[in-house]
């Protein structure tokens, strides 16, 4: 193991900085037993990607697998509310292995296809040039709070037909939920009560669209029990899921970048000479240089042989380190560093195999619509705070700025 290495997952410096940390453990260890928090932790691109495409020896069903308390530990009294919790995510189609798991997310498949999500590129480019109309003159900008958050969650609300006049409402209620995979002690309640008020709002929505679809995001999941595919518990989950899942990642895709290109303003400076033609290239370099997700989990169905001697048990959990396996230097020449005509780029901000990032296209032309506006808007950015006191979400998932504020040319 490396010198000083530790399984703290949440010390301050594998949160700030997870590629220093992983990329540690990664060169002596790429899969490796956390003590701490009880679980595998693969941190090699070819481990990574064999995991992924290994569904049958590594499940997608942790809600109904896994059945070991929460880790880090939550107070003895959340703990009911934590077999809430577990119900809720079980009913999400994500959470499903093999034909069922096809078959549930078949129910939304073609609302994301390339082809479907370029109908919704003009409303994108007309979003993020609104936004950027009331923020170019200001000379500065909180990326996360002025301009990533209120276009993704713009994007997905108008997607699922949330009415205008709730959206804030809507907004505020799912902030509630992006603590899960942190290590707060009241995060289950926190988490069940925003799951609870989300839910309440959504359900007469619902159940109208069942009555009465629509062709928005929404009455296609209520489809999904016209069908007979989803249940009404999962119709909700579902519906919660993409509305939160929709744009939180997003937002981290475009604050990540624009942190990125503040960092590294050579390649703004390319990107800005003609974005038509680098912006495809330059969102996949963001997506691989600072992927919105740090990791995914998966519960193991059965012992299995890692290599140099390691067997995951079977009931293990395992957590996949997608920060790690985007910066492996057996894979990506120049890892740490930033390159927008980098090509082929095969990271796995998605994931890989058959449970791919369901929203990766709309991700794509979300950040391409995005950063290409800003290039064709503005010279630069300059950090107006040290990047060392950058604030992350304290998650082992998600890799996302609390604030961004840059000082804009």
């Known amino acids: 193991m490396p010198a000083n290495f530790h399984d703290d ?6 949160i700030r900085d997870p590629y220093g940390y992983f ?11 956390n003590e701490q928090y009880q679980m595998w932790v693969v941190t090699s691109y070819e481990r990574l990607v064999w995991t992924a495409r290994h569904p049958e020896y590594f499940s997608s069903e942790v809600a109904l697998r896994d059945n070991k308390p929460p880790s880090p530990t939550i107070p003895e009294e959340d703990m009911e509310l934590f077999g809430a919790v ?36 003009p409303l994108v480019r007309q979003t993020v040039n609104d936004l950027l109309d009331d923020l170019q003159g200001a000379g500065r900008m909180d990326v996360m709070h002025d301009f990533a958050t209120p276009l993704t969650y713009t994007i997905i609300a108008g997607l ?8 804030a409402f809507v907004k505020e209620l799912c902030g509630q939920m992006c603590g899960l995979d942190g290590n707060q002690p009241d ?54 899921l993409l509305l939160v899942a929709g744009h939180e990642t997003t937002n981290d895709l475009i604050s990540n970048g624009v942190l990125a290109f503040a960092q590294h303003s050579d390649q703004f400076d390319l990107l800005r000479t003609d974005p038509d033609a680098h912006i495809v290239n330059a969102v996949e370099e963001v997506l691989r240089y600072d992927s919105p997700l740090k990791s995914i ?30 910066r492996d230097p057996e894979v990506f020449e120049d890892p740490n560093g930033l390159d927008i005509t980098r090509n082929p780029n095969p990271h796995v901000s998605f994931g890989s195999g058959v449970h791919h990032c369901l929203g990766a296209t709309l991700a794509r032309l979300e950040g391409q619509e995005a950063f290409a506006e800003l290039a064709r808007r503005f010279e630069g950015f300059e950090l107006e705070t040290d990047p060392n006191e950058l604030e992350y979400l304290p998650s082992v998932g998600q890799r996302t700025l609390l604030n961004l504020p840059v000082a804009t040319r």
């Not at 990329?23 to 037993?33: D, F, I, K, N, T």
């Not at 292995?97 to 919704?120: C, I, L, N, Q, S």
């Not at 699922?160 to 959206?167: T, V, Y």
Request: some cysteine.
């Open 9 to 14: 997952l949440f010390a301050a410096e594998a």
């Open 23 to 33: 990329g540690a453990l990664r060169s002596e260890a790429p899969v490796h037993w």
């Open 86 to 121: 577990r119900n809720w995510a079980a009913a999400r189609f994500t959470q499903n292995d093999g034909a069922k798991h096809k078959e549930k997310r078949k129910v939304v498949h073609g609302y994301f296809t390339p082809k479907a999500m370029e109908t919704w590129r």
């Open 160 to 167: 699922m037909d949330i009415p205008p006049s709730d959206r």
């Open 187 to 240: 995060r289950i309640r926190m988490y069940a009560e925003g799951v609870q008020a989300v839910t309440d709002y959504l359900a007469p929505i619902v159940a109208e669209r069942v009555r009465d679809p629509g062709d928005d995001l929404l009455s296609v999941i209520c489809k999904g029990e016209i069908m007979g595919a989803y249940t009404r518990d999962e119709v909700l989950a579902n519906a919660l």
């Open 297 to 326: 989990q998966r519960i193991a169905t059965q012992d299995v042989d890692m290599g140099d001697g390691q067997t995951v048990g079977k009931d293990d959990r395992v957590r996949w380190v997608i920060s790690s396996a985007n």
